[in-house]
């Protein structure tokens, strides 16, 4: 069975920094590109950022590009977000996601919520 | 950046109606147009990939359609867990992008 923890979540004030951890289970990691999506309470959901399944690249929008770093450890099949300089509207609930070739998102974790706030 | 543009954002509707919900891409995504499922509290679940491919284990009521920039979902009849909120999303082109939500309650 796939599953996707998320864990690192929790309130932290703006400008610092914060690392969520996303431990898979169930297939085999390093053969999946793996994402990161956020939902803000009561809004919709905004990719946050990808990275192919060797780790060699890595995609972001603008909203976090130079902020936010994903990155993963194929040995531990563990994706992480490391998220710099946080702003109040970074807060959110984040997931994350298994990428299948030419497909995206079919498997979501549960979720960890980050509140960035003083 | 493409943006989805998803209609109506709310709908209401009764069990065994037929449903449908639209998204419209600022520019051609290539089918390239997922369907998410989300309850209240919990993650989004994939229903529909690359605009006509039902996932895996999803009932057979859920269809999807379309190309270019305008692509659509339908529930055939309506089953009372079908009511949540529906998100298109393109993974086209670079920044990936969602719609912002349709609202399916019951009436």
């Known amino acids: 069975e796939v599953q996707l923890v998320e864990t690192g979540g929790g309130l932290v004030q703006p400008g610092r920094s914060l690392k969520l951890s996303c431990v898979a289970s169930?297939?085999?990691?390093?053969?999946?590109?793996m994402s990161w999506t956020r939902q803000a309470p009561g809004k919709g959901l905004e990719w946050v950022a990808s990275?192919?399944?060797?780790?060699?690249?890595?995609y972001y929008p603008d909203s976090v590009k130079g902020r936010f770093t994903i990155s993963r450890d194929n040995a531990q099949n563990t994706l992480y977000l490391q998220m710099n300089s946080l702003r109040s509207e970074d807060t959110a609930t984040y997931y994350c996601?298994?990428?299948?070739?030419?497909?995206?998102?079919?498997?979501w974790g549960q979720g960890v919520m980050v509140t960035v706030s003083s | 950046d493409i943006q989805m543009t998803q209609s109506p954002s709310l709908l209401s509707a009764s069990v065994g109606d037929r449903v449908t919900i639209n998204c419209k891409a600022s520019q051609n995504i290539n089918k390239y147009l997922n369907w998410y499922q989300q309850k209240l509290g919990e993650a989004p679940k994939l229903l529909i990939y690359n605009t006509n491919n039902l996932q895996t284990g999803i009932p057979s009521r859920f269809s999807g359609s379309g190309s270019g920039t305008d692509y659509t979902l339908t529930i055939s009849s309506l089953q009372p867990e079908d009511f949540g909120t529906y998100f298109c999303f393109q993974h086209n082109s670079w920044p990936y992008t969602f719609g912002a939500g349709t609202k399916l309650e019951l009436k």
């Open positions: 169930g297939f085999t990691f390093n053969n999946y590109w």
């Open positions: 990275i192919t399944n060797s780790g060699g690249s890595t």
């Open positions: 996601t298994r990428d299948p070739d030419i497909l995206w998102g079919d498997y």
